[in-house]
């Protein structure tokens, strides 16, 4: 185990439905970063938080709403979403300012998939 | 150019074979480097951190090239269950708040059969 937990693991979501993925992390860490993987692309990050300050904001639809309420909880909020975004919503953590950090560590993702 | 370039394979190789991928980047201030595994249906897990000219864990080797930018994993002995997809990640910069972020390549898939 990575120490890195997100809930639900699979989600199935109309493009009117809003809900809400949450992330974990157990390691101590104080950032916290939201990617999408899509089939046969590289992974995409979507959000950083370092010390629960948003610090990148990668060109992400305003459909996708990040919060993070302290250095241990990450949520994404989804709300009118597109087929489009189905994918595999990945969750990581890591430590920065330390000489040998910067490793992040994963959670197992949330599958989306918006019919 | 990609900021972080690998060949998606995929390499399929027997078992006990070498096995090399290399893995380019655009950045030449990058700091960090890692290679990571990624199962199918499954998230990444880190395999191995490069922070100078490389490291070796058991059968993995991982080596950096900073004059000709790239990193390289060679894999001894392959195993079956070393079939997965590795994914290589760059840590563009040492500056700014989001200095902790990371790039990734589009993986290069490897199987190893019998």
């Known amino acids: 185990e990575t120490g890195v937990t997100q809930t639900p693991r699979h989600l199935v979501m109309g493009m009117t439905n809003k809900k809400s993925l949450k992330c974990e992390q157990h390691?101590?860490?104080?950032?916290m970063y939201w990617y999408k993987q899509s089939a046969k692309k590289p992974l995409e990050l979507m959000f950083v938080?370092?010390?629960?300050?948003?610090?990148e904001n990668n060109s992400v639809p305003s459909r996708f709403s990040p919060e993070c309420p302290n250095s241990s909880h990450l949520f994404l909020h989804l709300h009118t979403l597109q087929p489009e975004d189905s994918a595999l919503y990945l969750c990581?953590?890591?430590?920065?300012?330390?000489?040998?950090?910067?490793?992040?560590?994963f959670g197992p993702g949330t599958r989306l998939t918006v019919t | 150019r990609k900021e972080v370039e690998q060949d998606p394979g995929p390499f399929n190789v027997p078992e006990g074979a070498t096995v090399a991928f290399n893995c380019t980047y655009s950045?030449?201030?990058?700091?960090?480097f890692f290679w990571y595994r990624q199962d199918c249906r499954k998230e990444p897990k880190l395999l191995m951190s490069?922070?100078?000219s490389g490291n070796e864990d058991g059968r993995f080797t991982a080596q950096l090239n900073r004059a000709s930018q790239y990193i390289s994993l060679l894999i001894r002995d392959s195993k079956l269950s070393d079939s997965a997809t590795y994914l290589c990640?760059?840590?563009?910069?040492?500056?700014?708040?989001?200095?902790?972020?990371?790039?990734f390549g589009q993986g290069t898939i490897l199987t190893v059969h019998p």
């Open positions: 390691l101590g860490h104080n950032a």
């Open positions: 990640a760059v840590r563009p910069h040492a500056g700014g708040t989001s200095y902790g972020k990371l790039t």
């Open positions: 950045n030449s201030a990058s700091q960090s």
């Open positions: 490069v922070y100078s």
């Open positions: 990581a953590s890591s430590q920065m300012g330390t000489v040998g950090s910067y490793e992040q560590y």
């Open positions: 938080y370092n010390f629960k300050e948003q610090t």
